[in-house]
Antibody, heavy 116, light 106 residues
């Protein structure tokens, strides 16, 4: 069974930066496409970023394009999200996720709060 | 992007009821449709993948059906622990997209 363990997050001032991490176990990580999904307080699920299994294809929602960078280290079974120029409306719980078929899985989530 | 539209956005039900939640895709997605359950303050949990396949460990009162554009999640014999928000999600193409959610409460 796939397990995704997240770390990072916390409180940051507007304009600041944070790095989120996600470590996978139970599956050959390098075989899987990965995503970041966020959920603002009281809102639904919003996909924000995708990376292919090899890491050579990346995609971003318009809301984060140019500010966030997704990356992965297949040797360390790890996924990352570098978040820069954070805004108040980036406040949310962030999830790493595999959004395929049998392998669909979620991390436990990490809270990012952007506030002065 | 593929748009996913769920209905209803919320519903009230009682223990023992049968509940149907529908999800419509803006284009043909075959059977590339997952259903997720999210309880308050918790991460989502996948219930159904590929439209009708029950994830291991998920009770058999949950079932999924449909293909192409229209899909249904059915909860038969609703239990107290089933009160939650449910999301559909297409896995046909990138970016992955979600329905807006259906809240099931008493």
């Amino acid at each position: 069974e796939v397990q995704l363990e997240q770390s990072g997050g916390g409180l940051v001032q507007p304009g600041g930066s944070l790095r989120l991490s996600c470590v996978a176990s139970g599956v050959p990580f390098s075989n899987f496409e990965m995503n970041w999904v966020r959920q603002a307080p009281g809102k639904g699920l919003e996909w924000i970023s995708y990376i292919s299994s090899s890491g050579n294809i990346r995609d971003y929602a318009e809301s984060v394009k140019g500010r966030f960078t997704i990356s992965r280290d297949n040797a360390r079974n790890s996924l990352f999200l570098e978040m820069n120029s954070l805004r108040v409306d980036d406040t949310a719980v962030y999830y790493c996720a595999i959004l395929g078929d049998w392998s669909t899985s979620w991390g436990q989530g990490t809270l990012v709060t952007v506030s002065s | 992007d593929i748009q996913m539209t769920q209905s209803p956005s919320s519903l009230s039900a009682s223990v023992g009821d049968r509940v149907n939640i529908t999800c419509r895709a803006s284009q043909n997605i075959g059977r590339f449709l997952n259903w997720h359950q999210q309880k308050s303050g918790k991460a989502p949990k996948v219930l159904i993948y590929s439209a009708s396949n029950l994830r291991s460990g998920v009770p058999s009162r949950f079932s999924g059906s449909g293909s192409t554009n229209d899909f249904t999640l059915t909860i038969s014999n609703l239990q107290p622990e089933d009160f939650a928000t449910y999301y559909c999600q297409q896995s046909y193409g990138n970016p992955r997209t979600f329905g807006q959610g259906t809240r099931v409460d008493i």
